[in-house]
């Protein structure tokens, strides 16, 4: 049996156990031998070799960090890479395909980045050895599959890459001078202006770059990892920061790279981006900060609906409980009374920024998605909404507001989490806060920041809760369970819930009615709505120019191939959004 013991140290604290206290309870310890001991960081430290997976000491640690984990008989691979002792485990790797895009499909904290660091020539490899491992010895270890093959051009110099990395907000840290600058500088194929005029970045290729927005960063990025001559390039979450019309057309971009000289591996959250961008897919199970596993690739079709069932069949293996989705919810009928607030036509000025705003009325339970693109007034938007004054039961409409940037100050999670600590059922344990507790939120990752701002805001006593790109950060099972969780809470409060988000099928998923934008961004916006889902999805797919249809096994929202034939069928029929 695999057997895999694992260590979080930032999570490590002996002030809190009174001092190693899991080797104190640890019954090989107890007995003589020597399978818990102290580090040279101070932190807990566990031999494999010596673990009986009796699970003891996971239970007793009172900070969650340590996870035993027994794999199954029949996995006997050894590990890719490990994060020194005790440290994550990653096995096996994707591989790039010449002439396809393979995406690669798991949770936070599986070990994709990780995997596309290898393959990418920037992380070495130690094969669980106390050493980092040269091509020569990779090569070896995968003799007879294709990743030997990779592996033997990339030490040949036949291989070529370039790799945009997750962070892209980290870039005016290592790079000072104007966007024009930095892809000048990148610039191996001469084709800057051709590249930047793609991408929609002429207007701002003079401006510095600590001075453009996320969106605007990650076009940037996108721009010069694609100037560099290579034949194989990695995108790790290429649409984070941009609005749904940019995914679309970025996705299209990347896409149309792969060729047989070329190959492309995605990492990406974005399910139906993800299906729409991708050939191939590698599944990534285990879990968060201890293992991940990569699959064998599939299909896109395949894979991702084999990801929502939890199952994988070839391997045997169940790497989640439930089987995720998608039901076709019907119109809900509006009682009368169950009115809750409604705004007469506005207008607002912001500078050269103009918005305006249809009539619009919300009723209780209602959980409504707004659409549009990045600087279209979106967020303005809701802030005005933020003031509505308004009647209900209680007396003045109360409002409760989760910014799109959330701020991260020094202060405990727990002093923002008091109120959510009711919801303990409905918003701590599916959220996974309680570990958090203790930390300050200048201390948490943004998926972690994210998950404690949207549990303070739900918990707050309101009317109208109004959540600005809540599925920010999160990974693929993340906004899906977000998804259900503000249905519940509406559900359960009897309140109303509006919702702006750029990944369409978490708005499809959790969304009953929505409120679209169109307009030129930064120059003029109009909200126009709610609709009904089909009605302002039809007015929205015809902007974007797709149209969706169900997949006919999981029932998610997929985007049909332009001109394919069930494309053509539904422009025909004025039908754009699947019924």
């Known amino acids: 049996?695999?057997?895999?013991?694992?260590?979080?140290?930032?999570?490590?604290?002996?002030?809190?156990?009174?001092?190693?206290?899991?080797?104190?309870?640890?019954?090989?310890?107890?007995?003589?031998?020597?399978?818990?001991?102290?580090?040279?960081?101070?932190?807990?430290?566990?031999?494999?070799?010596?673990?009986?997976?009796?699970?003891?000491?996971?239970?007793?640690?009172?900070?969650?960090?340590?996870?035993?984990?027994?794999?199954?008989?029949?996995?006997?691979e050894q590990p890719i890479h490990k994060y020194g002792e005790s440290g994550f485990q990653l096995y096996n790797l994707p591989i790039p395909v010449f002439g396809k895009v393979v995406g690669l499909l798991g949770r936070n904290g599986i070990g994709k980045s990780t995997a596309v660091k290898i393959l990418a020539g920037m992380l070495k490899p130690n094969l669980k050895t106390d050493r980092e491992v040269e091509l020569d010895e990779l090569i070896h270890y995968f003799k007879g599959t294709e990743a030997q093959s990779y592996f033997e051009r990339l030490k040949e110099g036949k291989i070529k890459v370039a790799y945009k990395p997750q962070q892209v907000e980290a870039i005016p840290k290592t790079f000072k001078g104007t966007v024009k600058e930095l892809l000048t500088k990148v610039d191996e194929k001469q084709q800057l202006?051709?590249?930047?005029?793609?991408?929609?970045?002429?207007?701002?290729?003079?401006?510095?770059?600590?001075?453009?927005?996320?969106?605007?960063?990650?076009?940037?990025?996108?721009?010069?990892?694609?100037?560099?001559?290579?034949?194989?390039?990695?995108?790790?979450?290429?649409?984070?920061?941009?609005?749904?019309?940019?995914?679309?057309?970025?996705?299209?971009?990347?896409?149309?790279?792969a060729d047989e000289h070329t190959a492309v591996v995605v990492i990406e959250h974005d399910l139906i981006i993800l299906d729409y961008l991708t050939d191939l897919v590698h599944l990534m199970y285990g879990k968060e900060n201890a293992y991940g596993i990569v699959s064998q690739p599939k299909s896109t079709r395949n894979g991702i609906n084999i990801y929502l069932s939890g199952y994988l069949p070839e391997e045997n293996m169940r790497f989640r409980s439930n089987h995720i989705t998608f039901d076709i919810r019907g119109v809900r009928e509006i009682e009368r009374d169950s009115f809750l607030a409604d705004w007469e036509e506005f207008s607002v000025k912001k500078g050269e920024f103009s918005l305006k705003a249809d009539k619009g009325t919300i009723h209780t339970h209602d959980i409504i998605g707004i659409l549009g693109e990045n600087g279209i007034g979106k967020t303005t938007f809701v802030k005005r909404l933020a003031e509505i004054e308004g009647e209900t039961k209680h007396g003045a409409l109360r409002v409760a507001f989760k910014p799109q940037y959330p701020p991260a100050d020094d202060t405990l999670v727990m002093t923002h989490l008091m109120q959510a600590m009711k919801y303990d059922v409905q918003l701590i344990k599916p959220l996974e806060l309680e570990e958090l507790y203790e930390r300050q939120l200048n201390q948490l990752s943004g998926g972690q920041l994210q998950r404690v701002i949207i549990a303070k805001t739900l918990a707050e006593e309101a009317d109208l809760y109004l959540l600005d790109e809540p599925?920010?950060?999160?990974?693929?099972?993340?906004?899906?369970?977000?998804?259900?969780?503000?249905?519940?809470?509406?559900?359960?409060?009897?309140?109303?819930?509006?919702?702006?988000?750029h990944d369409l099928l978490f708005i499809d998923y959790l969304s009953e009615k929505l409120i679209v934008f169109d307009g030129t961004p930064a120059v003029s916006g109009h909200a126009k709505g709610p609709y009904t889902m089909e009605g302002g999805m039809n007015q929205f797919l015809s902007d974007l120019g797709i149209t969706f249809r169900r997949d006919e096994d999981s029932g998610r929202p997929r985007v049909n191939k332009i001109n394919s034939v069930k494309d053509k069928e539904q422009r025909a029929s004025g039908n754009l959004y699947y019924s």
């Not at 002030?15 to 899991?22: A, D, T, W």
């Not at 100037?227 to 790790?236: G, I, Q, S």
């Open 193 to 257: 202006e051709e590249i930047a005029n793609t991408l929609e970045l002429e207007h701002i290729l003079d401006r510095s770059i600590d001075h453009i927005s996320g969106g605007e960063l990650q076009r940037v990025a996108i721009a010069a990892t694609v100037l560099r001559k290579a034949n194989v390039y990695f995108f790790d979450e290429p649409t984070s920061y941009l609005d749904i019309k940019q995914r679309i057309k970025i996705s299209r971009f990347i896409k149309n790279l």
């Open 471 to 501: 599925s920010a950060y999160l990974d693929v099972e993340q906004r899906l369970r977000m998804s259900k969780i503000i249905r519940d809470m509406m559900e359960l409060k009897g309140k109303a819930c509006l919702v702006v988000d």
């Open 1 to 76: 049996m695999t057997r895999i013991a694992v260590v979080e140290a930032d999570k490590c604290d002996q002030s809190k156990c009174g001092g190693l206290y899991c080797a104190k309870v640890c019954p090989i310890n107890r007995a003589g031998d020597e399978c818990v001991y102290e580090g040279e960081d101070r932190k807990a430290k566990i031999i494999e070799s010596m673990c009986v997976g009796c699970g003891i000491c996971p239970k007793k640690c009172p900070t969650n960090a340590i996870t035993i984990v027994n794999l199954p008989d029949e996995f006997n």
